[in-house]
Structures are given as C-alpha cells and as structure tokens.
C-alpha cells in the first residue's frame, strides 16, 4: 500500500477499483479554522500517521526537543517508557545533548494494564509489564519522558521500579499539557474528577507519584510543534497550502476548556 493523500476535513469521499472522487465537501462557516484533535498527534495516531501533510513521528520528536527548552534538567541519561513516548525522548535527548539510553524493556507475555479492572491491578500489571534494564541506568539521573499523565497510577509503580533497581533521581517530563476537561468530540478520556490535574495531588505531584521533579509541555509548546511545519509549508506555497487546509487550528479542548464549537445541554 502507498500513501495517496488525506481526506479533507467534511470531505465525502468515494473510492472505486478505477479511482478517487470528491462527491462534496462540507464546508466549514466563513472564519472559522480548522480543528483537528490536537490529542492525535499526542498520542491516539500511530507514528507513522500522515495528518495536514507532516509525520506524527516528526511532530512528537519536536514536542520533545520544545520540552527541553521549557523544562531542562541537571541529569545523566534520558529515557522513557516503551514505546509510545520514544520520539519525544529521542527530541528531548537530542536538543539537551544527553544520550537517550534504554531503562525498561516491554514484557511481550503479559497483556494490556489499562483494562483491568481497579487501580491496584493495574498498578500490579504495569509492574510485571516491564523489566528492568539495571546496569544503564543504577547510580545515575535519569529523566523519564511520557507523552501524557492522565490519571497518574501508571508511572508510579515505574519510579518505584527503577529507584529500587538503583535511580539516583527520576525526573519526569510530560512531552503534553495536562489533561482537565472532558471530550465532547468522541474521545474516551475519564471523567473530570478522575483525571490527576484536576484532584488536589496535582499541585504536589512529584511526591504524589514519587519522582524528583515533573514538568508538563505548555499549550504554546504543543500548538507550535504541531503548527511549525504546516505555516512553514503554507508561507512557502501558500495558495495549494491555504485551499488544503484553510484557516489553520486545531483543537485543545481537553487541555483548555475551549471547545470548537458551542456545546448545547
């Protein structure tokens, strides 16, 4: 299979054994950009994804480098927890000048954490998920990247796991804001009160989780990473570029609270 192109946000799309056509495109009102789900690029998408004609891969790796400009850290190593979160370590690692080392290897006998059923299960299953690559990282500072915190049980048990194994420091960096509000568009994200910005934790986090220190990617960070290559491409070409993807946006909702359209009750 080959990459042919995206379909254009209201696009209705019919593809046959001969070719490709556009039946109609549904257009947005006058003025108002475009709102992709800025969540995608996070991490719902597979990295080798193509959305408004860039990588997903190449987005996450320069939240990572724009993360270690926000949020530097006297460390020795950079890692992360396999593998979702790979690119924006190999970013951060890249732009601090720290060598991006492996601290966990994936068990592939157990299955997935997220469906069991209570948080102490879940705890346990994340636990057993991972093995622990001790002889990289034992007496050193190590700088753990995820790509978001949503409830904050996974990466606990984590930071227990390599300081016990010999961590000297476990920082955490989150290559995304943090998640407050609700998704009205069809993504599962828990309820407002379940996720760890909203609880009264957050605002001591790294004792709640037991790292050193946390910092999250600001919205700024995030909007320009994903934005960079896209205006880059659009002042470069900028009648193709602007019909393709019109009056650039994309939506933050879960992170601000602005939805992209008016929510009715």
């Not at 994340?126 to 007496?139: E, I, R, Y």
């Not at 002042?235 to 602005?258: E, M, R, V, W």
Request: glycine fraction near 6%; aromatic fraction near 8%.
């Amino acid at each position: 299979s080959r990459y042919y192109r995206e379909v254009l946000p209201g696009e209705i799309v019919k593809i046959s054994r001969h070719d490709v056509q556009t039946l109609d495109v549904v257009r947005r009102p006058e003025g108002d950009p475009s709102a992709f789900c800025i969540f995608e690029y996070v991490y719902f998408a597979r990295p080798d994804s193509i959305f408004e004609g860039q990588m997903v891969y190449s987005v996450r790796r320069r939240c990572g480098q724009q993360l270690a400009i926000e949020a530097p850290v006297e460390a020795d190593l950079v890692s992360t927890v396999p593998e979702s979160a790979t690119p924006a370590a190999l970013g951060y690692a890249q732009k601090c000048g720290l060598p991006y080392v492996e601290v966990l290897c994936k068990n592939r006998y157990v299955g997935r954490t997220f469906i069991q059923p209570n948080m102490r299960l879940r705890q346990l299953g994340v636990a057993k998920k991972f093995g622990v690559l001790s002889d990289n990282f034992k007496g050193k500072r190590v700088v753990i990247i995820d790509d978001s915190i949503v409830r904050g049980n996974t990466i606990s048990p984590i930071i227990k796991l390599l300081r016990e194994s010999g961590a000297k420091e476990v920082h955490i960096r989150v290559a995304s804001p943090p998640i407050r509000f609700p998704c009205y568009m069809g993504i599962n994200i828990p309820t407002k009160e379940e996720l760890i910005a909203n609880r009264p934790e957050f605002h001591d986090l790294a004792n709640y989780i037991g790292a050193d220190s946390v910092v999250y990617l600001s919205v700024e960070g995030l909007v320009s990473s994903v934005q960079e290559s896209i205006k880059a491409r659009q002042d470069n070409n900028p009648k193709t570029q602007k019909s393709f993807i019109g009056k650039l946006g994309h939506c933050t909702a879960c992170l601000t609270g602005d939805y992209p359209v008016e929510l009715e009750w």
